[in-house]
């Protein structure tokens, strides 16, 4: 059987369609599985050993230079690639009208959701056939549902993100005193919206009592603004250290390595739980139930909309975990 899985971001998205690739694994275990996903975040579905292959996609690039030549000709490339070979399944876990779109691209027969169930009705439309999965249900049970629906499977009660274990964490630009052998938390203090973030204070007063357990303190940190704000975190909590930029496969390393992984509604977060580690989210602008961390190893999702956790919680949350 060849499958072939859409969904192309964004990162938390693409972590929670890990756990699609291990149930088909387990329902065909000869199945080749081909995943497309934004090019940024393709490193993640390489983590998955049951990939077979990567394809990747530059939507979010491609927007930005509609009319350079290079953009038209690498969509051509990318049709000419997803068309390589024809799919017994294709499968749209996205339910977008881009990812859609994609999906009419490829032969095969193109499943994903029906209108009720799409995050865009219109979606449905460019399927063959489509599924009801209710919405109220977490995202990675809603991509679950719709592949063991599209696949003719019932599927195991419990999600496995079947990822193999990165490779030992780099350590360069990070001081010699720093290793995998000493006890970390990494601090996932950033994220794309500002109504998600944890305030300052609360992360300086977690670092500090971190320390205090004997944990060092490690805060990545991506664009300008990022490590702008982790260095001013690192200058508050002692011995705190912030991480130099690096790609998704050497951080993912970098989080299997941690003793505790804590961090707001990010992509990164989810990625955490799905390596094992024990992981505390914590939420301010969006609904766990829906969105929250989920994983069989400990990990806890604390606050919600509106409601972002105190400090004493997410202290307390943290030292359960550890």
Known sequence: ???????????????????????????????????????????????????????????????GSLFAATAWREMRDFRSMLREQGYDLVIDTQGLLKSALITRMAQGRRCGYAASSARESLASRFYDATFEVPKNLHAVERNRRLAAQAAGYTGSPTPDYGIAVPPEPSHQGIPLCITSELAT???????????????EERWIELGCRLREKGLTCLLPAGNATERVRAARLALAIPDAVVLPPMSLTKLAAQLAAARIVIGVDTGLVHLAAALGRPT????????PALTGVLATTPAVNLGTRGRPPGIDDATAAALSLL
């Open 280 to 287: 505390l989210a914590l939420f301010s602008a969006s609904d």
């Open 185 to 199: 938390a990494v601090l996932l203090t950033a994220t794309s919206r500002d109504d998600k973030l944890w305030p």
């Open 1 to 63: 059987m060849r499958i072939l899985l859409i969904k192309t971001s964004s990162l938390g998205d693409v972590v929670h369609n890990l756990p699609v690739v291990t149930d088909l694994r387990r329902e065909y275990p000869e199945a080749n599985i081909d995943w497309v996903v934004e090019e940024s975040f393709a490193d993640i579905a390489r983590l998955h050993p049951g990939v077979r292959r990567v394809i990747p996609v530059a939507l979010r690039r491609w927007r």
